[in-house]
């Protein structure tokens, strides 16, 4: 998993409330197991009118929006049905970070296991924020200090320390296992574990 440290670039502001999973890769893009060539259909519906001609009045379609790296997003991005394609779709166009009010529960866990930051602020500085991604500012995103800078403007923001050293070391749910692999060799190589489940079990009856 590519790691994230520090992130300049500019963010699109997507103010709509309650953008689900299927918004952002519908469902007839979900055939695929590969996590590449998926960022062509992001937001398919609103990107393109029909097949693969862009919606000019869109966003994303727009410069310098079309080259965003952030989203600027309304409450509850991400609910609806639970699809790994979406944080895959996401990161293939390009976007490695989203910050919102709030975030689906579902989608904020498949985000983070595939290297993309989601940061919660209050709507004030969701404000802010938006005002200077709509005058085209370029936005740096510094997940080591947990603070974002845009012109003369600094806002922090938390997130869990698991989560942080996570995308920090590139670290997927593999490499997170693998770092106490000598626990686990150490359990395979005893002896008596069968054994000791065996003594509870026979216990407890």
Known sequence: M???????????????INIDTDAIIPKQFLKTIH???????LFY?????????????FILNKDPWSNSSIIIAGENFGCGSSREHAPWALLD??????????????FFNNSVKNGLLLIKLNKN????LSELAMKKESFTVDLINQKILVK?????FNVDPIIKDRL?????????????KQLIVDYENNKNKFHIWKNIV????
């Open 168 to 180: 920090i070391h590139g670290y997927d749910d593999i490499e997170i296992t693998l770092k106490n």
């Open 2 to 16: 590519k790691k994230f440290t520090v992130l300049k670039g500019i963010a699109a502001f997507m103010p709509d």
């Open 125 to 128: 500085e969701i404000q802010k």
């Open 93 to 106: 166009f390009g976007i490695q970070c989203i910050i919102s009010n709030s975030f689906a529960d579902i």
């Open 152 to 156: 003369n403007n600094e806002i922090n």
């Open 202 to 205: 026979y216990e407890k009856q």
């Open 35 to 41: 996590r590449k060539g998926l960022g062509k259909s």
């Open 45 to 57: 519906n609103e990107r393109y009118t029909e097949g693969y001609n862009k919606n000019v009045d």
